[in-house]
């Protein structure tokens, strides 16, 4: 009877494992195969199958016509200030605007949380026009500001901060508060150091979103010097529409940033999602 169970059980976990890798595969077969159309030579076809993952001769020279054929730099520079700006003020605004939803009490509170999180159903596709026209008058055309300006504060960030905070005991701030601490002193000395895990999920998705986005800096922008890395992408497929070494270079350039972040933060990001989902 040990022996039928203990089989039924290690033929359950490899059905799972069998699942697991089978979903890893379709996950990280493109990327693979993105790295090795990029490091193939001119003379490989890329198309080939089944297809080769391992190139005939492997180089860089792909990167290195991309970087030279464009201003990647420049557009990397600007990708960096505006993900930066955004992150930093979209993890601030969120963090103050969670701390009176959690930890204060007065009228309407949970109306205005229902609110917040109600605007979540709401496509950015039908405020684009609003959200243009007070760009314009703001001048914030061709500005960083323009791509920054509408992206610091986000409803799913202010519901992930506010579940983070309700983790934490109430007493805390009580005791804080018997100690003569204000406020803004019990928020960045006592609470933010509590939920940094949560902080870091948030900047983390936050860096993602904004280093990837696409449709509104496309709006915002049309100087050439201020595009980011996904319209520079845009623009390499427009000139190499045939030669997918070259757009899988620029593609690698673009994606590596997210993945370098997401290898040093994912302690970071996976306590994050752990605790806001403690408490509802």
């Known amino acids: 009877m040990n022996k039928k169970i203990d089989l039924k059980d290690i033929s359950k976990k490899l059905l799972v494992y069998a699942l697991l890798l089978f979903v890893a595969v379709i996950m990280v ?3 693979i195969w993105l790295i090795s159309t990029s490091l193939k030579s001119g003379g490989e076809n890329v198309f080939t199958y089944p297809p080769k993952l391992i190139p005939e001769q492997a180089t860089f020279g792909n990167y290195i016509e991309v970087m030279n054929t464009f201003p990647f730099a420049r557009y990397l520079f600007n990708s960096v200030v505006v993900t930066i700006f955004t992150v930093f003020l979209t993890v601030l605004f969120c963090t103050l605007a969670a701390y009176p ?3 204060m009490n007065f009228r309407f509170k949970k109306t205005i949380f229902f609110l917040i999180i109600s605007t979540m159903m709401i496509p950015f596709q039908l405020l684009m026009i609003p959200v243009y026209i007070i760009s314009m008058n703001l001048g914030l055309q061709n500005t960083y500001a323009g791509m920054i300006l509408p992206n610091i504060t986000t409803a799913f960030g202010v519901f992930l901060m506010r579940q983070a905070f309700t983790v934490v005991p109430y007493e805390m701030d009580e005791s804080a508060r018997m100690d003569g601490a204000n406020t803004f002193q019990i ?3 006592i609470l933010v150091p509590l939920v940094k895990p949560s902080m870091a999920t948030l900047a983390i998705f936050t860096f993602i979103t904004a280093w990837g986005d696409f449709l509104w800096p496309l709006i915002i922008i ?3 010097d201020m595009f980011t890395l996904p319209l520079g ?5 427009g000139t190499f529409t045939s030669n997918w070494r070259l757009i899988s270079a620029g593609a690698v350039i673009s994606m590596a940033p997210v993945v370098i972040l997401f290898m040093f933060v ?7 999602i752990m605790k806001g989902a403690v408490k509802g």
């Open 29 to 31: 077969g493109p990327f």
């Open 101 to 103: 939803l959690a930890r």
């Open 187 to 189: 928020l960045f000395r």
């Open 222 to 224: 049309s100087d050439q």
């Open 233 to 237: 992408l845009n623009m390499l497929s």
């Open 266 to 272: 994912q302690k970071y990001f996976i306590g994050g």
